[in-house]
């Protein structure tokens, strides 16, 4: 079982720049592929991005793509989303998840571990 733990959210300003972290403890991290969540208020869960298990493959919500990053360290067992050119309708909480399906996924479904979200915020 895995545990996850987010840091690195805050309030940031519109064009800005945050660098979120997860690290994971409790099992194996390289046999998860992760992915990054967000949830605005009053909306559903929605898909960021997403890593392979050895970081070649990643995915990205069209919304994101150019401006966020994901990369992992196995070595350290921690995923990283590094935002760049931020909006206001970025603002969310952000969570990362671990999923041992076949290939990467999108779904919120298909990620069996979760960790409890960090606040990211967005001024104009």
């Known amino acids: 079982q895995v545990q996850l733990v987010e840091s690195g959210g805050g309030l940031v300003q519109a064009g800005g720049s945050l660098r979120l972290s997860c690290a994971a403890s409790g099992g194996t991290f390289s046999n998860y592929h992760m992915g990054w969540f967000r949830q605005a208020p009053g909306k559903e869960r929605e898909f960021v991005g997403g890593?392979?298990?050895?970081?070649?493959?990643?995915s990205y919500a069209d919304s994101v793509k150019g401006r966020f990053t994901i990369s992992r360290d196995n070595a350290k067992n921690t995923v990283y989303l590094q935002m760049n050119s931020l909006k206001p309708k970025d603002t969310a909480v952000y969570y990362c998840?671990?999923?041992?399906?076949?290939?990467?996924?999108?779904?919120?479904?298909?990620?069996?571990?979760w960790g409890q979200g960090t606040q990211v915020t967005v001024s104009s």
């Open positions: 998840a671990a999923s041992t399906v076949t290939s990467l996924p999108k779904s919120v479904g298909l990620y069996r571990y």
């Open positions: 890593i392979s298990l050895t970081g070649v493959f990643t």
